[in-house]
């Protein structure tokens, strides 16, 4: 399956892309295991993953959802300023 990952803000910034289609073997994915996967591919996002929410195909989501074929995956980190 494939799933397009799309990062924002500060994730963005710290990646240098703003999205990635990963493919994976199995049909389904929860969430969790796709940042598990993430973390080892770009471990310079370990310490911002803890705080970001997860949003697929424009809905906020748990950790334990479950992505499918063709899923879009937003990683949105808080939002802070003045």
Do not use: W
């Not at 990952?5 to 963005?12: I, S």
């Not at 969790?32 to 705080?51: D, G, S």
């Amino acid at each position: 399956m494939k799933v397009r990952v799309v990062f924002y803000g500060v994730l963005k910034q710290d990646l240098g892309i703003k999205e990635q289609t990963l493919e994976f073997p199995q049909d389904a994915l929860p969430v969790e295991e796709l940042v598990n996967c993430l973390k080892q591919h770009h471990p310079v996002l370990i310490p911002r993953l803890a705080t970001v929410a997860y949003v697929v195909n424009d809905t906020i989501v748990p950790p334990g959802y479950v992505l499918r074929d063709g899923d879009e995956a937003g990683l949105l980190p808080p939002v802070s300023g003045g």
